[in-house]
């Protein structure tokens, strides 16, 4: 039986800094309560630039809220926060300016390659098909449980809230990705595979799917 892949249609929202205090209301509106909303649309982005920031002269700009604050927001919930600098005017001394410069810094942290530097300590670990098939199984499930919380499915023991934060972060589509890519990598633990060919190729698909 073939099946249809669903696709989604994601959208880029403006006003990282100066709809704060809306986001903050409807991110958990929109990831909790996905019932309420189509299931073929997503977030890709929220952008933006804060206020008296010199690279963004381009744009008419607001919004005062801590980048640190914002930031934190996006990344509760999987979200990317992208900045738009577009002043045409800006002169190359301007390039050096200590706020635009930690703005983009802060931006950047932990953005990429956290799950490469996972695999890479597991490499390192010596870690053997037994015990990378056991740690897939374990993520596998508590990626369905974040799946069915929300379907409205309560998760329960001591990953509970684990699951509640990445079923928010990650949404239906992407729990569903992969725990479908766990599941193959694991059937691949049960044959003379080497554990570092796992392991690198498990490291590009969740790089691509988180």
Same mark, same amino acid.
């Given at each position: 039986m073939c099946r249809e892949k669903k696709e989604t249609a994601h959208y880029h929202l403006p006003g990282l800094f100066e709809f704060y205090d809306l986001y903050k209301l409807f991110l958990p509106l929109f990831y909790e309560h996905r019932d309420y909303f189509y299931d073929w649309c997503g977030i890709g982005s929220i952008y933006g630039?804060?206020?008296d920031c010199i690279w963004g002269g381009g744009r008419v700009g607001s919004g005062y809220r801590a980048p640190r604050e914002v930031l934190a927001l996006t990344r509760e919930y999987g979200i990317s926060a *992208?900045?738009?600098?577009?002043?045409? &005017? %800006?002169?190359?001394?301007?390039?050096?300016?200590? *706020?635009?410069?930690?703005?983009?810094? &802060? %931006?950047a942290e932990g953005k990429r390659g956290s799950v490469t530097e996972l695999m890479v300590r597991l490499e390192k670990k010596r870690t053997d098909r037994d015990a990378l098939s056991a740690l897939l199984d374990g993520s596998r499930h508590i990626l369905a449980a974040a799946l069915l919380a929300?379907?409205?499915?309560?998760?329960?023991?001591?990953?509970a809230e684990l699951c509640r934060q990445l079923g928010r972060r990650l949404g239906r589509q992407k729990l569903i990705?992969?725990?479908?890519?766990?599941?193959?990598?694991?059937?691949?633990?049960?044959?003379?595979?080497?554990?570092?060919?796992?392991?690198?190729?498990?490291?590009?698909?969740l790089e691509e799917i988180l």
């Open positions: 630039a804060p206020a *992208r900045l738009t600098f577009s002043n045409s &005017l %800006l002169r190359p001394e301007h390039l050096s300016d200590p *706020r635009c410069n930690r703005l983009c810094r &802060l %931006l929300l379907y409205g499915k309560p998760p329960e023991g001591p990953d990705n992969t725990i479908q890519m766990l599941q193959t990598y694991r059937g691949a633990c049960a044959y003379n595979v080497g554990v570092s060919h796992v392991l690198g190729a498990l490291a590009v698909e």
